[in-house]
């Protein structure tokens, strides 16, 4: 009898931990075994090259989804879409045709390329009225179909764009596509002006993204209305130990968490999503997890199902995934840090500086057009991110504050340097380090450091976007990036093809390149610090040059709508002026509506919860005070602590009834909403949770209704 070596089953394990990766999508190998050549090859120049899709070959893409669907146990098919809540969407249609002698499987071409959902409940900020009704719903191509199992089989589901009956995006897929083909456009001048390498025909926008979120267990979240409605705890006191001796971060996962981060890592890995890196993050309960590069539009979509798959796998190991901002006050909060970057269809990442930055002055390009674009948009850069739960992080010692700026690092800051002053000397490098052990190895060192508080970090070959919040969907975010980073180059090679008029003298492109990069340094380069992001000296710096600081989502989002961004927009056709007034609306409405369903639960949890334990124990405390009292018998003490827990208990019904008439107060517009919320509901809701976290601190744990933070925080 034979027997398995361990050997032989880590390599079982092995092939089939690598055979199973993009197995539920519709990719590759799948697409050769179920297309037939040439309908492969066609789809592969949409895929590939963004080549228009051929109609005649959709049927025959239909039909081999559906067999390869119906053969991984699918019965229907959905087109899987992201309306304007945040959310993704899908309707599910049977494959299933009933005939007259019976009934077939069948999943036709124009099914394939058009879906006709509801339009009317979906946010869209006035573009359609309530009685109107009819969207659409359009295939994306480039985006793969995958399946998402159940219990019962599986659905097909279809990435698509969801527009308006009259064609206006009801998406953020719409104009995050339209925003990739403009920085194709803009930044393909660029590269023909340096003529570097002939063989390039697209440039593509990248995006890895690190996306961190909190596991409790999901009996304690079962017990807190605020995490099941809001995502975050509206009250609760901090536990004694938080995350102050680091001690969490990178430490040893827990045995249960990481069967949870295994499980759905394999689902990930079926569903092509290449996820890479999981760790502990800084506070207790904290986790990353992050993934590779992709092609923008696909890394969107696969962000969208990685929330997803994150959510739906911790309930089946009993924890709830909290991925909102700042579910824990006092405590470390989430983000989702955009790693952007750009590159040529031949493979160049445009953003590699290379050996000798100080003379690669097409990388010099991109880099002054960035920093460009990001100070003249800093406010909606900002705006991009705005959001009631970003509004808790950003500007906390684990968040970017309010105010964007460009970080460098030592190497490049001294590239711009030599720009400005027409010095040319070496780039700086990073060296080695000796670790001072003679079995030690020496560490080859970055050129620059990394800068943790900065909101737009260059980080060796990319620019990571720190300030976009966990629960972000980040086709937002990227759209306006991808768009103001368009209007910059499109400036810069407007300017040199002036200049230059068809000249190809590397000499004249070199001087005529210098000439535009010191003018657009002396400029912008105001964008740019290197320094501690969190310190008062730099707010005080950042004010004196000019940088706005939008503190809370009500005083950025108005950008959105400002006159500069509606040029911008439709000047580009990312977004028509009402497509993107709409938006505006929308994201408004959005952050009054989060807050006035957050102020309705703390009203919720503080009137039928915290204060009848208050005032519970204020009649305990009352009857041991009279019964002691009665027996001479002292109890000054007690009879504090008595009058502590009533003032506390008037307090807080004070504090109910006043947050109550806010929350009920009417008004005349969005913008006028949002600010009575940033100016008079949130701060009453904070006066109101400050109370409730005192009573917390006095009333016996027997009698608090309400799971702490410290269990939620430390039982795994």
Wanted: proline letters at 4%; a negative charge.
């Amino acid at each position: 009898m034979e027997h398995t070596t361990m050997s032989d089953a880590t390599d079982m394990h092995k092939n089939d931990y690598c055979d199973r990766y993009g197995c539920r999508t519709f990719t590759g190998g799948t697409m050769l075994r179920y297309l037939q050549p040439e309908v492969y090859e066609s789809l592969l120049e949409t895929i590939d090259k963004s080549k228009p899709l051929d109609p005649a070959i959709a049927n025959n893409v239909a039909h081999a989804m559906m067999e390869w669907a119906i053969d991984n146990g699918c019965t229907h098919y959905t087109h899987w879409f992201q309306p304007l809540t945040g959310a993704t969407a899908e309707k599910h249609d049977g494959f299933l045709e009933p005939k007259d002698t019976g009934a077939i499987a069948e999943f036709k071409g124009d099914l394939l390329i058009r879906g006709e959902p509801d339009a009317s409940s979906f946010p869209n900020g006035g573009i359609r009225d309530t009685w109107e009704a009819r969207g659409y719903t359009a295939w994306d191509a480039t985006s793969p179909a995958f399946i998402m199992l159940n219990e019962n089989g599986g659905t097909l589901c279809i990435p698509t764009a969801f527009v308006s009956w009259t064609g206006e995006a009801l998406d953020k897929k719409t104009p995050l596509l339209r925003s990739i083909d403009v920085v194709n456009k803009q930044a393909m001048r660029i590269v023909k002006i340096f003529g570097n390498d002939p063989d390039v025909s697209r440039v593509i926008t990248t995006l890895g993204l690190e996306q961190e979120y909190f596991l409790v267990d999901e009996s304690f979240a079962t017990n807190r209305n605020d995490l099941l409605l809001c995502g975050r705890t509206l009250i609760g006191t901090t536990p004694p130990k938080g995350h102050q001796l680091d001690d969490h971060y990178f430490g040893k996962i827990p045995e249960r968490v990481l069967s949870f981060m295994d499980d759905a890592e394999q689902q990930l890995y079926e569903l092509g999503i290449p996820v890479k890196t999981r760790h502990n993050e800084v506070a207790p309960g904290q986790y990353e997890i992050a993934p590779l590069y992709e092609n923008a539009n696909v890394a969107s979509d696969h962000q969208m199902l990685l929330m997803e798959v994150l959510k739906t796998t911790a309930r089946s190991h009993g924890f709830k995934c909290l991925l909102h901002e700042k579910p824990f006050a006092g405590v470390n909060g989430s983000g989702k840090h955009n790693n952007w970057s750009i590159a040529t269809n031949t493979g160049k990442n445009l953003l590699n500086p290379g050996n000798e930055p100080q003379n690669n002055l097409q990388f010099l390009t991109f880099l002054c057009a960035i920093i460009r674009a990001v100070d003249i948009h800093a406010d909606l850069l900002r705006a991009s991110v705005a959001s009631a739960a970003n509004d808790h992080r950003l500007g906390a010692n684990e968040a970017p504050p309010a105010i964007i700026s460009v970080f460098l690092g030592d190497m490049l800051s001294d590239v711009l340097d030599q720009i400005e002053t027409k010095e040319s000397r070496d780039a700086r490098k990073g060296g080695t380090l000796d670790l001072g052990a003679d079995t030690m190895p020496k560490v080859d060192r970055d050129s620059g450091d990394r800068n943790r508080t900065s909101p737009f970090a260059f980080t060796g070959n990319k620019f990571e976007f720190r300030a976009v919040g966990s629960t972000s969907t980040i086709a937002w975010p990227n759209t306006i990036l991808n768009t103001i980073i368009s209007e910059s180059l499109d400036y810069m090679a407007t300017q040199l093809e002036a200049k230059l008029a068809g000249s190809t003298s590397k000499e004249q492109i070199e001087t005529e390149v210098r000439s535009l990069l010191r003018d657009v340094l002396k400029e912008h380069r105001k964008v740019v610090f290197d320094g501690d992001n969190y310190t008062e000296e730099w707010h005080n710096e950042a004010a004196k040059r000019g940088l706005p600081n939008l503190k809370t989502a009500a005083d950025a989002l108005p950008c959105i709508t400002s006159q500069k961004a509606i040029e911008l927009f439709s000047h580009y056709n990312v977004l028509s002026n009402r497509e993107l007034i709409a938006r505006g609306e929308v994201l408004m409405e959005q952050y009054a509506t989060v807050v006035s369903i957050e102020a309705r639960t703390l009203l919720m949890m503080l009137s039928t919860q915290v204060l009848p334990a208050s005032l519970r124990y204020q009649g305990e405390l009352a009857s041991i005070v009279t019964a002691s009292r009665d027996n001479s018998i002292q109890c000054d003490r007690s009879t504090a602590r008595l009058g502590d827990v009533a003032r506390l208990s008037e307090l807080l019904q004070v504090s109910i009834e006043e947050v109550q008439r806010l929350v009920t107060t009417e008004h005349s517009s969005t913008g006028e909403h949002a600010d009575f919320i940033r100016d008079s509901l949130l701060p009453e809701m904070s006066a109101a949770r400050i109370i409730a976290d005192q009573l917390e601190e006095l009333v016996p744990d027997d009698m608090w209704p309400l799971p702490s933070y410290t269990e939620m925080l430390f039982i795994r």
